[in-house]
């Protein structure tokens, strides 16, 4: 039979982890597979491991990855996908947002000889201001960036167990996964979905963290920002040598141009000076971001640590960590 892995991240989802099991064993239930249930516990604070090694004495098929700290969403699906041993993968997060009655159809895809299979949120049930903020992000990344990234697709995907073993060979620490997976090819499909309102609690992802992924996503997936830098260098170069020839002109034609004044120019040298500075601060900005991602490449830090493997009944099968 073949082998199904499901990947969950999940951080102080206390009041939500018993609902997600049962709704995860209820659609799969009848689906001729062997599961395995990963739940990666990114440091959750509340009763999240206590409920889930409740839930994990009645089904084995549960592992839960203790992580050290909460070391953030795609961290945590990293540490995820590092577990898995099933023949395909589906990633989804554990807030029931992404509903687990999708995972027959993401099964029949991959059968039909998918090798990745994503959903499409047709519907998104957030905040009006969230929404725009996604719309911004999504347009402004499909601009600039170098692979095409479509506007409503997510984590929540399947995926073969040979497109996984490409994924996890990449050493890139700050991964964007929506990104790597169009980057990666295979075979793909997309599947329309309804995204559901979250079971209960707020969203555990702070606007930092957003930002930061949004961040990530930018600068991994485009150059665009740093050939900018480029570009407007050479023109305000070009501008400046034009205006500088314009000038010199002047200056030695001054007896022959009647309405030629010699202008203190003061505010046209702050305004300009302003200018150059604001652009160049940008600018050093926007090199800041690619140094800083370097910087965090070669540093080869751990981008998570699991403090524990715990499967079946309280039984710790190995202390390991992880990088
Ligand atoms: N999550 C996590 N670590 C974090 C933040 C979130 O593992 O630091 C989990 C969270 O429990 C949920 C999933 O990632 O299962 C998606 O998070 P959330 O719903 O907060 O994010 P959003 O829906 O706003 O993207
Ligand atoms: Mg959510």
Redesign the pocket.
Known sequence: MKKVSIV??????EA?VSELIGRLQKATSALPYQFEFIL?D??STDSTLCNLLQIQRSDSRLIILKLSR????QN?YNAGLDHVTGNAVILM???L?DPPEMISVFLQKWEEGFDVVYALKETRQ?SIF?KFLFSIFYSILQTISDISVEKQA?MFSLMDEKVIRELIQLKERNKYYVGLRYMLGFKQVSVSYNREK?FAG????SFR??MNYAFNAFFSFSFLPIRLLTYSGMFILATIVIMSIILVTMKLFKSYIPFYHDLPGWTSVILAFLFLLGIQITFMGILGEYIARIFDEVRNRPYYIVEKVLRNPGQIDKTINES
Request: charged share 40%.
């Open positions: 969950i991240p999940v951080y102080n989802e939500i990666v990114d440091g909460n070391w953030g969403h945590a997060d554990g807030d947002e957030e969230k997510g979250r707020k969203p555990r992802q963290k957003l």
